[in-house]
């Protein structure tokens, strides 16, 4: 065995698509390459062993800014104990500002960027000669014809046990400063019949559960239509065997016949990922957003009101311009709308996006370690940061949860963020954890903190009972077939609709 390839996934379900595309596109040395996935948390020595396990001449490792630092401390107990072997790294942490990163550093060679045709490349130059002089490789994009789908590589195993990432399309058009894709500056399409081709072979194969790694599903809709209309064909065709799809979507652009194809899907079985980010039109601004706000506030409202799409919503908090009322505004706007999740995000400086030229006119401070959190802007201090931090983990907690849906109305009154700061502060204040609290303290706190503010003991143990039984009940709402893998991967979508 010649060359490993590996990375260290954020959980056991996500498998890496990215190390499937590089295996599907190492052209004769396909036979002499291997995955070997690894789960954060994993111990370094455990890692590195099984690693050496293969015997590999050449190691790729996938960086993400989850798996940066571990899998820093793994190139640099390898560069130890086995200095012969070859470290290429790739993914996006290391594709920007590479050079004074410690793992570039440590490693043989870094492939920034598109890895299917330079990875392959270096790896027979490096096995073959001449030695390459270069550390840093920028990735060459192949045209979109050219790239070899990556889906068989998905193994029974993962199709039975993992998320199956897929994409139709690579890139983003949009120039949104604090996102990777910002740069790519337009979306290159995959064949769509090659591609519903392989959706058709892993389906046959069993597959159910499929995710989209495409930035914007919805930008070219007569493709996005054919894509519904496979999974449309398949929920018909097997109504006790469903699939489920994930989307993430812009949402000022769903022309009606998107939304038709959209209200077609039963419950359970499509998931739409939306990134407001602000309503805030000055900080859209600031950030290059284009976002049409009373057209986004009126689909989602129809996409609540008229779909059974689950709904999960991106804002983030700490965007240059943007201070603590002006996000309130924002985020009780969203409340108001009732999508199913708010993902409450804080900002994160990732590499190479360009939000970083804001840093002196808003003074943003960011955490210099990964995940490179925004710690500080002139707008919102540090304490008030963390407050934030701490609001979006309980609201994790107990909104987005989908445990407390009977009480939230409750507690979050005709003030959303204000009454759930109220709420966050005052918990963290008790129990000073936004981890680790058991589900009966929490609900018990919650139904504490009610009952400080004036509402009636008998009723709030009753919405907290109400809540529990509906947990309860929940057991028995499955998302038909493929139960265990669909209520593992969909527990709180399964609440959302219990609730
Ligand atoms: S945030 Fe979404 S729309 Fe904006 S650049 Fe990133 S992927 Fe594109």
């Known amino acids: 065995m010649t060359i490993l390839l590996s990375t260290l996934n954020a959980r056991f379900a996500h498998a890496s698509l990215g190390l499937r595309y590089l295996i599907a596109n190492m052209g004769d040395l396909q036979g002499d390459t291997r995955l070997q996935e690894f789960v954060i948390g994993a111990k370094t020595t455990e890692v590195v062993e099984r690693i050496l396990a293969y015997q590999p001449r050449i190691v790729g490792l996938g960086v993400y800014i989850w798996n940066v630092e571990e899998s820093t401390r793994v190139v640099a107990m390898l560069k130890r104990v086995a200095p012969e072997i070859v470290i290429v790294l790739g993914g996006p942490e290391v594709s920007h500002e590479t050079q004074e990163q410690h793992i570039a550093q440590l490693a043989d060679y870094v492939v920034t960027g598109w890895g299917e045709a330079t990875f392959p490349q270096l790896c027979r130059q490096i096995l073959n000669g001449p030695k390459p002089l270069m550390k840093i490789h920028a990735g060459v994009q192949l045209p979109m014809s050219e790239i070899k789908l990556p889906y068989a590589l998905y193994d029974d195993k993962d199709i039975a046990h993992r998320n199956l990432y897929v994409e139709a399309s690579r890139g983003c058009p949009f120039k949104c400063e604090f996102c990777l894709s910002s740069l790519d500056k337009t979306s290159w399409p995959f064949d769509l019949d090659a591609f519903l081709a392989e959706l058709e072979a892993l389906h046959a194969r069993g597959a159910r559960l499929f995710k989209f790694v495409d930035r914007t599903f919805n930008l070219n809709i007569k493709s996005s239509l054919r894509i519904m209309q496979f999974f449309l064909d398949k929920l018909a065709q097997h109504p006790d065997d469903p699939v489920y799809a994930h989307f993430e979507v812009v949402p000022?652009?769903?022309?009606?016949?998107?939304?038709?194809?959209?209200?077609?899907?039963?419950?359970?079985?499509?998931?739409?990922?939306?990134?407001?980010?602000?309503?805030?039109?000055?900080?859209?601004?600031?950030?290059?957003?284009?976002?049409?706000?009373?057209?986004?506030?009126?689909?989602?409202?129809?996409?609540?009101?008229?779909?059974?799409?689950?709904?999960?919503?991106?804002?983030?908090?700490?965007?240059?311009?943007?201070?603590?009322?002006?996000?309130?505004?924002?985020?009780?706007?969203?409340?108001?709308?009732?999508?199913?999740?708010?993902?409450?995000?804080?900002?994160?400086?990732?590499?190479?996006?360009?939000?970083?030229?804001?840093?002196?006119?808003?003074?943003?401070?960011?955490?210099?370690?990964?995940?490179?959190?925004?710690?500080?802007?002139?707008?919102?201090?540090?304490?008030?940061?963390?407050?934030?931090?701490?609001?979006?983990?309980?609201?994790?907690?107990?909104?987005?949860?989908?445990?407390?849906?009977?009480?939230?109305?409750?507690?979050?009154?005709?003030?959303?963020?204000?009454?759930?700061?109220?709420?966050?502060?005052?918990?963290?204040?008790?129990?000073?954890?936004?981890?680790?609290?058991?589900?009966?303290?929490?609900?018990?706190?919650?139904?504490?903190?009610?009952?400080?503010?004036?509402?009636?003991?008998?009723?709030?143990?009753?919405?907290?009972?109400?809540?529990?039984?509906?947990?309860a009940n929940m057991q028995h709402i499955k998302v038909k077939s493929n139960k265990e893998r669909s209520d593992v991967a969909n527990p709180r979508q399964t609440r959302h609709i219990a609730a």
């Open 252 to 471: 000022d652009h769903l022309p009606d016949a998107l939304k038709e194809a959209i209200r077609k899907f039963p419950p359970g079985t499509l998931q739409l990922e939306i990134g407001i980010q602000t309503f805030n039109p000055e900080v859209q601004a600031i950030i290059s957003r284009k976002q049409n706000d009373e057209k986004s506030a009126a689909n989602i409202r129809w996409l609540c009101e008229q779909s059974h799409a689950h709904l999960h919503v991106d804002l983030i908090a700490g965007l240059p311009g943007e201070d603590i009322d002006s996000f309130a505004r924002g985020f009780d706007r969203l409340v108001a709308i009732k999508p199913h999740e708010i993902q409450f995000g804080i900002l994160k400086r990732l590499r190479g996006t360009p939000v970083i030229r804001h840093t002196e006119a808003y003074k943003l401070v960011f955490d210099p370690h990964p995940p490179y959190t925004i710690l500080s802007t002139d707008r919102i201090g540090f304490t008030d940061m963390q407050r934030l931090v701490r609001f979006a983990r309980y609201w994790d907690m107990i909104a987005n949860s989908g445990r407390f849906a009977n009480t939230l109305p409750f507690v979050l009154g005709d003030a959303p963020f204000e009454r759930f700061m109220a709420l966050s502060d005052w918990l963290y204040a008790r129990t000073d954890a936004t981890h680790r609290i058991a589900l009966d303290r929490l609900a018990a706190l919650v139904g504490q903190w009610l009952q400080e503010r004036g509402h009636d003991a008998a009723q709030v143990a009753s919405l907290l009972g109400s809540d529990y039984a509906g947990q």
